[in-house]
């Protein structure tokens, strides 16, 4: 029983060490994101699913501005964050085409929220600021330096 006990906490601290954390706003846990009014309440470490990394999202609704952190499916994040950089004139280098097909897909899954002012994710503490702006410049300052890797979504260092 010990042993057994031992053995699952070691699990449990392995699988939370590999696993990504995110920034996370407001009280609900479950919700993917929740959206708050003041960036700085996106301060929560929420562990993602290993097929996720980090996405940060403004929203101007009817010039009522709202934020988002959370945990986001890493297919969709590739390609929003490469469409948020190529509309800052960002040549990624990068084809959405080929990451669909390589995995597997041949659809689109992604669209822009309607409202979003900024959107972007990233797969390490890139995304460690709550504020969209931010961590967008941030982003691209790196990825003018060829310093983005746009699979993994993180920080080559
Ligand atoms: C965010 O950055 C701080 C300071 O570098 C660090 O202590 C913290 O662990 C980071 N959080 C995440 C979720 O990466
Ligand atoms: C990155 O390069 C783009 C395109 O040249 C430029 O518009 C943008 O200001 C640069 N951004 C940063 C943060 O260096
Ligand atoms: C990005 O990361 C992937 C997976 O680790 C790696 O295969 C690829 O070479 C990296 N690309 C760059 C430009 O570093």
Do not use: W
């Amino acid at each position: 029983m010990l042993i057994c006990t031992f053995f699952s906490s070691f699990l449990l601290l392995f699988k939370n060490t590999l696993s990504n954390q995110c920034y996370h706003c407001g009280d609900d846990e479950d919700s993917k994101q929740g959206a708050v009014y003041d960036p700085m309440l996106c301060r929560k470490i929420k562990s993602c699913a290993d097929d996720e990394v980090c996405r940060v999202t403004t929203l101007n609704t009817a010039g009522v501005f709202t934020y988002e952190s959370g945990c986001n499916q890493k297919l969709q994040c590739q390609i929003l964050t490469i469409a948020t950089l190529q509309s800052e004139n960002i040549d990624t280098g990068v084809d959405v085409a080929s990451i669909l097909a390589s995995a597997g897909k041949r659809d689109n899954p992604t669209r822009k929220r309607q409202q979003s002012i900024c959107d972007i994710c990233c797969g390490d503490g890139l995304c460690n600021d709550s504020d969209c702006e931010s961590v967008k410049i941030r982003i691209m300052q790196f990825a003018n330096a060829t310093r983005f890797n746009y699979t993994t979504l993180k920080l080559i260092r």
